[in-house]
């Protein structure tokens, strides 16, 4: 190991331990604690898993209780052990009362869930919370939450959702106190209002074999979005979906950031997974259009692990198509450092952002900003709502700059995401649940 | 032969990677230098263009001709079935490792020959560029499943012996086969039922449709190339009258038919009547219409019911017996799901099949255009057509070509014939039921039992449509279309064929007899 590395990996253990220490204390919250647990006893059995994550799926097409509660017995039913407290349930269920009582616990339940990781059913109800993370030294982006997009009237109202928010966020954000930490960079100033866009809600016409149908369509949304966002001084974020997607909204994105009219605002972001293995190439595209059209203020590019493991490994499985995601974590993660370490050191033309609760990447993005002599407040961290809000509290805590990413929507709407979420978060070998289950600091942040 | 890798399906085009698309428009433009491809009759060795020809042309340019094929005759149906008959014995008698060796050249022949095969079709069939591909690979998986099917089931089955006999079950081959196929599926279908004649030790005689006998003959091609001998397997291009010969002749065994209901009633009838000099039953194996239902319980995700309702209904212009023709929709979430899919329908562009941005491409001739437009008028009238598609982007469908656009209709009566006959084109309807109880009756009433469709997440529910069901494949929460052999066996019930399942364990053994043979082993007291 040379000796650069041998410092890096000093580093990366010294202020990984520091962010460990400055983590809430565990428990602090009952109900939270709670979570944990149900979450604990997902992961440990898988068919009990997917019981219940098919069950909370369900949920907003229920039509009343006596409904929830048959599905849910239902699903349960093909669960070879029910836990005993389960059972009781199930028991519960050969009457319609019970099944009345049931099905309102466990609609309550989901819904108390399903509050953990979206802030609020609009914008409108959002902006308390937002608000309060602002104060606590946290940034916000807003995603909104829907049903798929088929038709042209949904991405007319997806789109009209989006202006509404980008308007409303602004203007309240006008009145939060100065926070310097989220507000400016090397670069120049940070719009405090900041919302996260899905090209896949933006058009009906996302098509994987004929890409310009989608981009073309999406493109005149998003498009007055654009505009919307340089008049209120806000940041708009395309988030990444599929693969199926990906070169529609790659090349969405770099074309309309090009174009002479968005060429000094509005703050605009793109997203790069690094569990894709072609990843690396990818960035090169998008530092070579970065270095080939310059912009004011530049694009941020936030770098995440990516949502959509399990769909990508399952489509390419049937399909008989080479896998494009990394099947081992541990080359993934090697790939999300060795991506870091390019967007570091390409500051001068991009904004960098680091997407992930793991700890250890991280620190290690922490570690080798400082190494290449950068300040710590051109870089971003960014955390999802309900499962990285320990992190964020250290990260801030720490005199970083971290943004939470936050989902607004109704239940109907946020389920899918919350499905994916739950997936996520109870996956055996996902680095929160590693840290849940008191694996060793130290296993926690050694190189992958 | 034992050290063959175990079957697995042939991976389609990755059209989503641009790399993989870029290939495409060589592919064709290659394709067109060659047309009109010339293609003759093979009787056995003899290649001949025949005294008549007729022409397929390009259903979404039809002055563009396609290929220009021999007509075959009566009298060339049976010189094909006599050399057949004389090939037979001999074909039969090298083993189904040999037959097996040779599908799999076959196949090898099909795989060098992707992108030219997939572009030949998008020109005869207008099959849009990923259902051409698509079709290619599931001719190159008949050829290898039945390769390996044939060989197992050459082995026998496991009989129970008792001391002082032998018994063994054995299955040999029936004959010779004709194949009569369509043109919607113009190499897998053909290839499908050809491979399992050919694997099981019989001899083809094949009568493609008129629409697609270019892709018949790369078919032909491929087998002769993979080994298998040319008296073993003729080509006949040509119309009904070439059929009607193949199914009365005495010489014929087997009749391997997918088509309409009316062509199979009448192959069905003929086959059961016993020519002079005839020592055989024939046996018919039939794939015919479909009506297929798909039915969207209260409970199900509309997000995923949308799309997959409208690509199992308009992929190819609804030309697949599998195709979703009606949506029986629990009245509860009626409005909504009539409301997205119309959304949907609306922005599906119709087009050329070459452009990989079509949604909908033509349908396949001029007259298949006049019955689709022919019930798209009585949906109008029995009913309310609450989404055409094809006309958002420019005003119109392109001007020449057999183009429809893409139709959903609501609310129709019950006793329209809309909500009865195969359209066999981009027509959809949608009907509130009561419950998914209501829309099991409404499924019992049916001729046809083909496909048919589930979106539900009860549990219960799922286990209630899946006992009741008629059809002979149903899909729950995914699109109905898009069976993979190995997977989805495929085959109707009802009217809607024999119940033989293609690409599926049991399909090679309509192709074959079993024979039980059974030797006594004593001798004088002595077990030998």
Known sequence: ?448 | MTDLPEFSNEPILELRRASVRAGLADALAAVDETLPLEVPAMIGGEVTPGSASFESSDPGEPSRVVARAARATEDDARAAVAIASRAAPGWAAIGAEARAQALLGAAEWLRARRLELAALEVRECAKPWPEADGDVCEAIDFLEYYARAAVALEAGRTLLQVPGERNELRYVPRGVVAVISPWNFPLAIPCGMTAAALATGNAVVLKPAEQSPACALRLVQALRAGGVPPEAISLLPGFGEVGAALVHDPGVHTIAFTGSLPVGLEIVRAAAEVAPGQRHLKRVVAELGGKNCVIVASDADLDEAVPAIVSSAFVYAGQKCSAAARVLVDEAIADALIERVAGAVRVLVVGQASSLGTDVPPVIEEAAAERVNGYAEMAERDGRIVARGGEAADGGLPEAGWFCPPIVAADLAGDSPVLREEVFGPLLTIERVRDVDAALEVLDGLPFALTGGLFARDPAVIRKVRERTPVGNLYVNRGITGAMVGRQPFGGNRLSGTGTKAGGPDYLLHFVEPRAVTENTMRHGLVV
């Not at chain 1, 919370?129 to 038709?151: F, N, P, Q």
């Not at chain 1, 894709?276 to 090169?284: A, I, K, N, V, Y």
């Not at chain 1, 530092?287 to 490994?313: F, M, N």
């Not at chain 1, 922490?366 to 709502?385: F, K, N, P, T, Y």
């Open chain 1, 1 to 448: 190991m040379s000796t650069v590395q041998d410092s890096t990996e000093q580093e990366v253990r010294r202020i990984g331990a520091e962010l460990a220490d400055a983590f809430p204390s565990a428990g602090h919250s009952p109900m939270r604690a709670l979570d944990s647990r149900a979450m604990e006893l997902a992961a440990r059995d898988r068919e009990l898993k997917a019981a219940l994550f098919r069950f909370v799926d369900v949920v907003p097409a229920c039509r009343s209780l006596d409904d929830l509660a048959r599905h849910l017995t239902g699903f349960l039913e093909e669960v070879p052990e029910t836990p005993p407290s389960l059972a009781a349930a199930m028991r519960i269920a050969h009457t319609r009362p019970g099944r009345a009582a049931l099905g309102a616990a466990a609609a309550g339940g989901v819904k108390h869930m399903a509050h953990r990781f979206i802030v609020g059913e609009s914008p409108a109800a959002a902006l308390e919370v937002l608000r309060g993370l602002w104060k606590r030294g946290v940034a916000s982006t807003v995603d909104l939450l829907g049903e798929a997009t088929v038709t042209e009237a949904e991405a007319d109202n997806y789109a009209r959702r989006c202006t509404e928010a980008l308007e409303e966020i602004a203007r309240e954000a006008a009145r939060w106190p100065e926070r310097p930490v989220l507000e400016r960079d090397s670069a120049g100033r940070l719009p405090r209002a900041n919302v996260s866009v899905k090209v896949s809600a933006l058009t009906p016409l996302l098509r994987p074999d004929a890409p310009e149908r989608g981009r073309d369509d999406a493109a005149c949304r998003l498009r007055p979005l654009l505009r919307r966002a340089r008049e209120l001084d806000a940041h708009i974020h395309i988030d990444m979906e599929s693969l199926d997607s990906r070169e529609a909204v790659l090349e969405l994105v770099l074309g309309l950031l090009r174009e002479d009219e968005f060429r000094e605002g509005p703050s605009a972001g793109l997203v790069l997974q690094a569990y894709l293995r072609d990843s690396p190439e990818q960035l090169t595209t998008i530092l070579e259009w970065a270095r080939s059209c310059p912009r004011t203020p530049p694009v941020q590019i936030r770098l995440v692990k990516g949502a959509y493991w399990d769909h990508e490994l399952v489509e390419a499985r049937q399909h008989g198509w080479p896998t494009p995601v990394f099947e081992v974590k541990a080359d993934c993660d090697r790939n999300f450092e060795a991506l870091t370490r390019r967007l570091v050191h390409a500051r001068e033309l991009v904004r960098v952002a680091i997407g992930s609760h793991n700890l250890r990447s991280v620190a290690h993005a922490i570690a080798v900003s400082r190494q290449a002599g950068g300040s710590d407040q051109d870089l971003e961290l960014q955390v999802l709502r309900g499962l990285g809000d320990e992190l964020q509290d250290a990260l801030a805590a720490s005199g970083l700059r971290v943004r939470t990413y936050c989902p607004v929507g109704d239940l109907v709407a946020g389920m899918a995401y919350l499905v994916r979420r739950l997936l996520e978060n109870t996956s055996n070998d996902s680095f929160l649940h590693e840290q849940a289950t008191g694996t060793p600091l130290e296993e926690l942040l050694a190189a992958p």
